[in-house]
């Protein structure tokens, strides 16, 4: 547990940089994250580079004991770059490159940024890997921001067609993969195939999948050169990518593979305003961020870190660029920091330790205002600082790691496919999976966030969220584990190729839920229908509790199964057909439930699990990272602890006020 | 009466062909349609054609005793031909060209694919147009699907000056025409035309509607050439097409004119869903679609096709296409089927026989799931077989040509125009035809939807939603006919060039509708306007009827006739202006009102045209062909006809439950 | 005062010139508006000139005692001109060239366009700018309608580049100023810099500031060129542009600078509808237009004007340009003319006189309707003249210049600068400053509407809609004015480079705002803040009245100020932070706030300032010119004028109907 900051000495006169030091220390930050954007002030004019201003300003934090984070600046090529090689910029859906003068402008696909790329991070990490002051590295900034994993470049469409060679290997086995049979879409050459774009309605599903896949994969390849490059000339130095909430074009597990440390970029409140949550949830939280979306970005990272994961910057005060930008309320930053560190985060980094007072990001608050005075966001980092140095030097297991009984898969490529083949508009996969998050979270659940490629090993509960395509042994992963599973729809839908299964969903999952669904519905907003619990389940067990009625909405399967199958339907749509039905560990939703009857299910197969839940309600949330228990309240009114003894906190006490943190040892 | 069905051998294997035609056999089905989006099997290679899969497929089919209705594949061009001649696209409002890689990507101007298609076509009609299996064919696909009428290529502008040339022959005359001093528009030469896009504000009005009236034209010479060359190689064998529910940017008649057989796509989930119903009216009619809009259609093409219209798709349970996809409600497939021919349909065809596990059309039922299973719309059509086999026995009428006393103009042209020049934003020419429509039918009455070129003689009643262009002979038809008319507002509103009439609106209708349309108003959404009915009509009879009030919405006129006209105010607006006058037969209403106002006026009007009303309320609808009475329940409740004996019924009997169909012999 | 109106003889047979300017001698109409959209009628063939037309045209007006206002004809170059010169059109922000066809589709960056307006303009200035029936001129015709004042062209750019130059001499200078070092955006010579469009996220905002500033600019470069051509061929007549209602992409003031007559076109229902105001707005004035509207329209140019300004255009009937488009109510088209004339107006011109059968406008009415009678607006305009030779025979000073205690400070750079860097996605510049408007306007108030580069002295009252770069000596004038000063949110809150000022917000302002706005936040439509009246001013009197609540909307700002400042907090937010404070003559709003507790808040610095208040409510207006004052009444009941002698009253009476206008002496 320490906290870290982002800092730009590029944007101050260099008589600042000093007391800028000295004042980060004596706030209690540990490690200074810089130079991800300074490509034009390393090499002002092409080949010659300028490092007299970088050295001095890693010298003058390390002097001050602090440790750099050194970013390769590939995130911002200069003008001079894009001017010599205009095909360094992508191309958008419309078929228009997009232009210099803010970020990202450059296609991952072309050859020309690859070489201009390995170069500059040559340059860096030959320069500094190296310098005591440097204890780790950040490649580029935030992939995917601005939706800049697809290109539709020429260079993009010629390394898909070498992608798909490597895939398919035949012309002939690509047009039996994909079925081009179907309106005519056969090709004769890998030449003949272009992107899925600019077509006169859809294009073809199991094309557009691959082109994700392909631009996914390039996020990758273009990564791991950079992690290459660092390494074999910063050796012993972990390397991190900060990864952007739910920024999900390409695959975060893929690139976070080639990492020590996967971090991300925490902004409650901005993200709360620009993601899908409906216009009276983004008032209710307006100024805390949703009580479960940094959790739940935690969890996904921490799932990919190999060293404890990071935020690398931390929302310090409003930011600029949501459509709205409130404030947080006081005590909402040191709240988001104690969130990250109970679920496992070995740093904080706030973004940034000063406001810009020019620029896009004018508007975006720092730890001080642009007038150097330390800001309500500056002041709560200071006690956190103070905090966590009283936190480890009490509780030794303070930076253990997360152990959860309960884990949820969660899978980019689910995206992407929901996105080109969503059979309802509104069938947004991230959505889903965070709603069956936040249900095992208001049971007071930690949760472990995990790939369909894992080992299940040591759960007893996974949730499946919808997942249309399952790798070869995931059913055979999951009945190993011992765990009980739940499948929300869509469950083996797919092949991998983007065909419904030969003996349909839930196909291959079929060995271990003996069912068939036969029809599907997409239902539109205004719709929904109502699912009735059964009272009695096919064992002949009466259920003792009251089990009300809840409803689909979203979505809806029509499942039958053989007669002498062992499915024990345990909810029922109105129209008799089953709701939720279960095979021995294996439970499957046959539609997406709202929110309460989502909770009561998971409650009760939580049970069945012998994992013990804790009814929380929506604004208070607990974490436990060793044997430190943390209590988190987003709420408007107080929280009391009744059951823990007064001596055992070593944060707060048993009144949690609102937006309050307790920790206790149990 | 009978049953087809569309089916795509390609997609299967060969070896389930034998077991799929003796399948569809058994079931009831007559005749199968294939091959419209088999080019690329047709011809893999260019100029190298590959027969062997069709001749066999073909052969199984007949072998099986069913009759072929055999397609050109001109919907789907491959990639090789595109490649070849890439001005083959067409090009949108954005200017860029629209890629390969879905259907219908062919622009109607292209020479290069009028000469591809002239080949294909010929090839075709060649190879099968005398074989014994083949009965029946279909030129193309769903014309105007995915908004592909009108193309902004150079092709296109080229043709477009030489149809003005044709149309206007001098620029004089043109530039007269359309009013082009307006704003320096004046051209000096055809050569200086241009399509009407891209422009700083709107587009000349006149400049517009003639580009929408060349391109209908185009699509219409398209289809004229693929009838010609069927009918050279094929003789005696009807030539279909398939239109699409509302898809008009080009004039259907024009292109019926050269087919023996109108046949549509019906889709009533999808359509209700795609088109302008508000969020109730979907929610209301989720599952059973609207219970006047199979029907508009199917009297919309069985006006124009000179032997019965068709179904050429008629949908088995959900598709995959609009923005979310309900299943329908058991039995509304049988519903769907009965009322097409109910409306004078000759064949029902099902799409499609097997849901294709692959492609952009996965989640599209069919009649058999992917797993080869008869789904729910399979059993109601084999249900649907059986029945006809029976009415068929028992009535030798069953196949009677439908008699209406009340006829309805419906005009593409129109459309286009207040798509054009709406003066209020939503304007929509479909919508206010359909509510006229739906009103007809819920009093119980069969409509003729008829062009406006049509003689009325024989009908009692004939309803003219909004109608800006009137042919010169239509006041002189109307009066010869001696049926009541009424005229929605708008009527006779503009000149075939898009001016205001000299004596103003209704322009040449003034013959029959003394009056003056002298300032008009569109009305926001949220503004209504009241309409209050006169006690006393200007004859001096007392209304018996208690009239109440109702409004108008959208659109209201503003209109005076001379002291001396024999104008019959029959009801003002709240400021007294008139909302609804009489001249003899012919009414005109100087708003679009409410639907029970419009529903109460019809009633009244055909009542003074000796028809006989029954109010249906919203969810029954009654339909006569011959001395058979169809009644249709689309609502919830049962429905009870306690006026007809009980063996009259061919079909069902005196209680219609919910989605269900009787028929009886009156 | 007196009447003009908009009149097309290239339109209309030459047969009936004669008659139109008879009739429009009788109806009252002193002045007529000719040729601004007539280039393909002056010059049909390039180079050779076409005049016989507009001689005879212009001779017959004249004989009449009718005076032209002439125009140049630059807004619609003919096709010619365009196929030979395509590099004239403009380019989107879609990188395409928009299209001929329509109007204003030049570019004013065009090389090639400036020499054939300069050609263009010459030609008639010199044909005409002596004739003695040309009385006035207008240059081009709506400046900036359609969004046709920024433009992405080669030749933007490369004047973009020139304009820079000139600004900022050295690129480093730039550089700089800018803060091109965020994100590696530093510029290395004039000639890197693009247009700022088609960037993967913003672009950056002094960049883009600078490019609106640089495309005002172009505006103003373009009209002087004009306005040099009229003067030295047609001297002493003056010289006017008309205005659009709100169409702020360029300054207005700057062109306003080169001008005699500051006209605008007031179309109040069609603004109505196309503005932002809320559902439930547009259908209460649905007839009417909203009260403040054209008055605020009219304020504005009155302060630009250095002859009285001119209603060029003002609506007679319904238009045909908004999305809906309503009828104004019966009196709405003589109400409307008196309220420009109370504003000071010199002459108030109709568009147009005959409404056109064709083209674009063929629904926008005229005083006369297309069958060439009396419409209600032209009956209207009867009225109106025959009472103006009433009201002027009786009142010397009838034409007295408006003279106005308060001010309000209007800008258009804060429009750009908020578009472009809002921080909150409805941060709606007009708006806001029409909210304050409407606040003072319906306390009886006067408004003066200045530039911020004015002279305040003589005004009690100024209010400040946010305004973010203030001028150098902006508070030193409103200082030395001794007005009482309302500063709105955001002011003083950037540089002119778009810096936040090195003391934060307000800047330079501080000096007579000692406060420091340390925090901001925007608000989502559904959020809210509670303001609370202090009970007690500082300066401890006790507030008499009762001060109840209201709340922030939009916008709030966290201010702080040093313990020795003199800030007298008058308002808090619930959270106890200040939302009003004064510090002597200054105000400052710490948020947005809804519209009843704006009109409090004025009301009492209203009374401070010593200016009487008369609470009006929402559809009463008043207005003083000379010794006259005139009373409108928007509303649907009378309005009574009790405290007015009934002697008094040149036009109605102590009862203003609905619709109404009085007029008496004081």
Same mark, same amino acid.
Not at 246 to 251: I, R
């Given at each position: 547990m320490r906290l870290g900051v982002c800092y730009y000495p590029e944007h101050w006169p260099e008589s600042l940089w000093e007391d800028d030091a000295r004042r980060m220390k004596a706030l209690g930050i540990e490690q200074v994250r810089i130079a991800e954007f300074a490509w034009s002030r390393m090499e002002p004019t092409p080949g010659e580079y300028d490092w007299g201003w970088l050295d001095r300003a890693i010298d003058v934090l390390g002097a001050a004991g602090l440790k750099v984070v050194m970013c390769t600046p590939t995130a911002t090529p200069p003008k001079w770059l894009i001017d010599r090689h205009p095909d360094i910029l992508p191309v958008g859906a419309d078929g228009r490159a997009r232009a210099f003068g803010s970020r990202r402008h450059y296609d991952f696909s072309s050859p020309a940024y690859f070489e201009a790329s390995q170069r500059i991070c040559t340059a860096v990490a030959e320069r500094y890997g190296k310098h005591p002051a440097v204890a780790y590295w950040q490649t580029d900034n935030e992939f995917g921001c601005h939706h800049t994993v697809v290109s539709y470049s020429p260079a993009a469409v010629a390394r898909f067609r070498e992608w798909l060679k490597a895939r398919y290997r035949t012309i002939q086995a690509l047009n039996e993969a994909w079925g081009t049979v179907f309106w005519s879409m056969e090709y004769r050459s890998f030449d003949e195939i272009d992107a899925p774009v600019a077509t006169v309605t859809e294009a073809h599903p199991s094309h557009r999948l691959d082109y994700r896949r392909f631009a996914s994969d390039e996020v990758a390849r273009y990564n791991r050169m950079q992690v290459e490059i660092i390494r074999a000339h910063s050796p012993g130095r972990p390397v991190a990518h900060n990864f952007m909430q739910?920024?999900?074009?390409?695959?975060h597990y893929k690139v976070a593979a080639d990492l020590d440390v996967a971090s991300w970029d925490s902004y409650p409140l901005g993200a709360l305003e620009e993601q899908w949550f409906a216009p009276d949830i983004k008032a209710r939280w307006l100024r805390s961020g949703h009580p479960d979306f940094a959790s739940f970005n935690h969890d996904v990272y921490r799932g990919m870190s190999k060293l404890p994961f990071w935020v690398m910057e931390q929302q310090p005060g409003p930011v600029n660029w949501a459509q709205w930008n409130p404030a947080p309320l006081p005590g909402m930053v040191r709240l988001w920091s104690w969130e990250a560190f109970a679920h496992g985060a070995g740093c904080v980094s706030y973004f940034r330790w000063r406001q810009a007072p020019f620029a896009q990001e004018q508007m975006h608050a720092g730890l001080n205002t642009p007038d150097n005075r330390l800001d309500v966001g500056g002041n709560e980092a200071g006690q956190v600082a103070d905090e966590i140095r009283n936190v480890l030097a009490a509780n030794a297991d303070a930076n253990a790691t997360v152990r959860s009984k309960a884990a949820l898969v969660y899978d980019y490529e689910a995206k992407w496919l929901f996105e080109i083949h969503p059979q309802g508009a509104d069938f947004h996969y991230p959505r889903f999976a965070f709603e069956y998050y936040s249900a095992l979270r208001s049971l007071g659940l930690d949760v472990d966030i995990v790939p369909a490629g894992a080992s299940f090993d040591g759960y007893s509960l996974v949730v499946v969220p919808p997942l249309p395509v399952v790798p070869d042994d995931f059913a055979g992963r999951l009945e190993k584990s011992g765990a009980q599973v739940v499948f929300g729809p $869509?469950?083996?839908?797919?092949? $991998?190729?983007?065909?419904?299964?030969a003996n349909l969903p839930p196909g291959a999952l079929t060995a271990v839920l003996p069912l068939r669904v036969w029809r599907v519905e997409s239902m539109r907003p205004n719709v929904t229908e109502a699912v009735i619990l059964e009272g009695r389940g096919k064992d002949g067990e009466k259920d003792g509790e009251n089990v009300g009625d809840g409803f689909a909405r979203h979505w809806r399967d029509f499942i039958d199964s053989d007669a002498s199958s062992a499915l024990d339907v345990r909810a029922r749509f109105a129209d008799g057909h089953p709701a939720y039905v279960r095979s021995g560990a294996c439970h499957y939703f046959a539609g997406l439930f709202d929110d309460a009857l989502t909770q009561r299910l998971f409650a009760r197969i939580a049970q069945e699990a012998g994992i013990e839940t804790i009814p929380l309600g929506d604004s208070v949330r607990v974490s436990r990272r060793g044997a430190l228990t943390y209590v988190f309240n987003y709420g408007a009114e107080a929280h009391t602890l009744d059951e823990v003894a007064g001596n055992a906190f070593v944060i707060g006490s048993c009144t949690v006020p609102p937006q309050g943190v307790a920790i206790y040892r149990s």
């Open positions: 739910l920024f999900t074009e390409f695959d $869509r469950a083996g839908s797919k092949t $991998r190729d983007v065909h419904i299964p």
